[in-house]
């Protein structure tokens, strides 16, 4: 194949964002829009250390977990973008104002239900007391020990904070944070990489119209509950790709959303990253069935270097 879309890959590589095109892979017919409150349910979560590396922990106030601790999290509402709501809720449950840093991770339970987990940095407040309890929380502290030492509202809380000290002693992944971009469905943009030992380099890309990479929407069918975000790209893989491919991990660029998109749509674009390892050493990719994809070798050095690095350099996935 001749020109490939090397400023859509750059700018995905990039964290930024791209345009979701009417053009959607898959025969499926696309779901309804995605609207918080009435199909899916975003979650955020705030990881944040002050000046004496002290996690900031808060005290639930509601009755199924009061007294319990956790970190600052709860659900986004209608009409609020994500770092918004990472802010509102760091400053309900623990008094004191952020600046999200970076997405840390991104944890899902099939399509409807996704959280945001975020690194963040205080900017301002002050911490909420016992005093000062409400409905929120009943008060928040900068906690020095192991937090297992707490009666803690679940352990689900710990891998994050072992991925937030990792990030500050030595950055896996670039920062990433929300691009600004609507899109009506909560889909997937897939950069789906080939490499052999050789060192060729191949990218998968969509035909219609102009070469793309492609993008497949998420269903909330019980299938795609059980198999997650992961669900929808096997589907297309297995479809377009003899034999079945067993692609490796799958990890996130980065992510595209907008409050309150096209007919108050709030859906959300991974643009996420995974790669078919090869049957041996100098392979090549296999051949789409269809005229709907095709390989696209990518021979720019720049280009090629930047896919490589990425492939060691995502954000994780967690289902």
């Known amino acids: 194949m001749g020109e490939g879309p090397a400023a859509e ?4 590589l990039g964290g930024g964002s791209w345009e979701v095109g009417a053009n959607l892979e898959g ?13 899916v349910c975003y979650v955020v979560l705030a990881v944040l250390f002050n000046q004496e590396e002290r ?4 005290q639930e106030a509601k009755r199924e977990c009061r007294g319990k ?3 600052p999290a709860g659900r986004m509402e209608p009409g609020e973008n994500i770092v918004a709501a990472v802010r509102r809720e760091v400053k309900e449950e623990t008094g004191l104002e952020c600046e999200p840093l970076t997405l840390l991770a991104l944890e899902e339970r099939g399509p409807a239900w996704i959280r945001f987990a975020f690194l963040a940095r205080p900017t301002g407040g ?3 007391t016992l005093e000062e309890a409400d409905a929120e929380s009943l008060q928040a502290t900068w906690w020095a020990g192991d937090p297992r030492a707490l009666p803690l509202r679940a352990l689900d809380i710990l891998p994050l904070l072992d991925l937030a000290a990792r990030y500050r002693r030595s950055p896996p992944h670039p920062p990433t944070l929300p691009q600004h971009l609507p899109c009506p469905l909560l889909c997937l943009r897939i950069l789906v990489v080939f490499t052999n030992n050789a060192g060729d380099l191949w990218v998968l890309l969509g035909k219609a119209e102009t070469p793309h990479l492609p993008v497949v929407t998420c269903g909330r069918s019980p299938a795609e509950h059980r198999g997650g975000l992961r669900s929808p790209i096997l589907r297309l893989l297995r479809d377009h790709l003899p034999p079945d491919p067993h692609p490796g991990p799958l990890g996130l660029l980065g992510l595209q959303h907008q409050a309150e998109g096209p007919g108050g749509a709030d859906g959300v674009c991974f643009n996420v990253l995974l ?12 051949k789409p069935q269809g005229p709907a994809f095709c390989w696209w070798k990518v021979e720019e050095e720049n280009l090629r270097g930047l896919i490589l690095q990425r492939l060691q350099a995502t954000v994780p996935i967690r289902s």
């Open 55 to 58: 996690v900031l922990l808060v």
């Open 275 to 286: 790669s078919i390892p090869p049957s041996s050493p100098r392979a090549v990719p296999p």
């Open 69 to 71: 601790w956790y970190l």
């Open 126 to 128: 002050t911490l909420k």
């Open 9 to 12: 890959l750059e700018a995905v």
């Open 27 to 39: 025969p499926h017919t696309p779901p309804d829009p995605v609207c918080l409150g009435r199909n």
